[in-house]
């Protein structure tokens, strides 16, 4: 994909991705968006290879998260189950700094007393 067709597509992933966010908890978002600004930041040189798989898997995770945000806002519930399952043919692909990578945002996301101490504007 030529890099002048591939940025805007790019762009409007992350963007959306963001906007998604802000359905999430305040203190999930704060993690979340985080976690989004640095891995896209970080893959900003990445293989032609690994650029498809990176826009591969955040497009399922917009995917995932863009249903269950349309669900709970049918149901008029607020957040009900995010995220998804991780099978282990995925878990296998993975590197080592990856595995460890996502260990510790599992942990930071269960917490129960998360670190970000964020606080809605409520007006």
């Not at 985080?34 to 990445?46: C, G, I, L, T």
Request: proline share 4%; net charge negative.
């Amino acid at each position: 994909m030529a890099v002048s067709a591939h940025l805007p597509k790019v762009r409007s992933l992350y963007k959306r991705i963001l906007v998604l966010h802000r359905f999430l908890p305040i203190d999930l978002r704060a993690l979340g968006d985080q976690y989004v600004k640095d891995e896209f930041r970080r893959h900003k040189s990445a293989s032609p290879e690994e650029v498809n798989n990176f826009m591969s898997e955040w497009e399922n995770y917009k995917d995932t998260l863009q249903s269950q945000v349309l669900e709970s806002a049918g149901e008029g519930l607020g957040p009900g189950k995010l995220g998804a399952d991780l099978c282990e043919g995925k878990l296998s692909d993975f590197q080592g700094d990856q595995i460890g990578q996502l260990y510790e945002l599992m942990l930071e996301s269960t917490k129960p007393n998360r670190q970000f101490d964020i606080q809605e504007d409520r007006k």
